[in-house]
């Protein structure tokens, strides 16, 4: 696939507007020749410690009426999510499970592999790994298994209106 293909993708493009939605001036999306569906994908393609690649992850709870409500976690390559922490982080009073495919796409838009931190249908509660901070620069997806954006730490708690959690993640 192009670098104008993956970028006029239209997940890669509603990150794009989101960006744009938050003053971000300029094309920050990275169109990448190969697969960034892991965190060492994507590090082995941008030549950055995988510590540095912001892993979307999304996560189940209960919520009214039987529904599942979908909560995020935004965690650095190198690190696991503690879901015991995440629950904690953003006052469920449960643990959240793993999300399966149909809650992740209804939440956030994205498909598994290319989950995006911005540019959802709704806000999602959001917990970010406060251990990302040791990394001047981050990426994270950008809609598409090819395409990522570069941002900062404080930048990722603006833009997502996250919490910070230094306790989410554990080696």
């Known amino acids: 696939m192009s670098s104008a293909a993956i970028l006029e ?14 003053g971000v001036e300029g094309e920050r999306v990275i169109a ?12 082995a393609a941008l030549g950055c410690e ?28 190198d690190r ?3 879901v015991e ?3 904690r982080a953003l006052g469920l009073g449960v643990t959240p499970g793993r999300a ?28 970010i790994d406060g ?5 001047p620069l981050l990426h994270a997806a950008a809609g598409h298994p090819h395409a990522v954006f570069p941002l900062t730490y ?3 708690l603006e833009w997502t209106g996250g919490l910070a959690a230094p306790d989410l993640a554990k080696a």
């Open 50 to 77: 995988v510590g540095a690649i912001v892993k979307s992850l999304v996560f189940s709870c209960p919520a009214e009426g039987g529904e599942k409500q979908a909560v995020m976690a935004l965690v650095a390559g």
């Open 85 to 87: 922490m995440l629950g």
């Open 100 to 127: 399966d495919a149909d809650l992740v796409r209804r939440a956030t838009g994205f498909a598994i592999g290319g989950v995006a931190p911005l540019g959802h249908p709704e806000q999602l509660p959001i917990a």
């Open 9 to 22: 993708n239209a997940s890669v493009k509603r990150v794009r507007e989101a960006l744009r939605l938050r």
């Open 80 to 82: 696991q999510c503690n």
């Open 131 to 135: 251990s990302l901070a040791r990394f």
């Open 154 to 156: 404080d930048e990722l």
């Open 32 to 43: 990448l020749d190969g697969a960034a569906r892991t965190a060492a994908e994507a590090a």
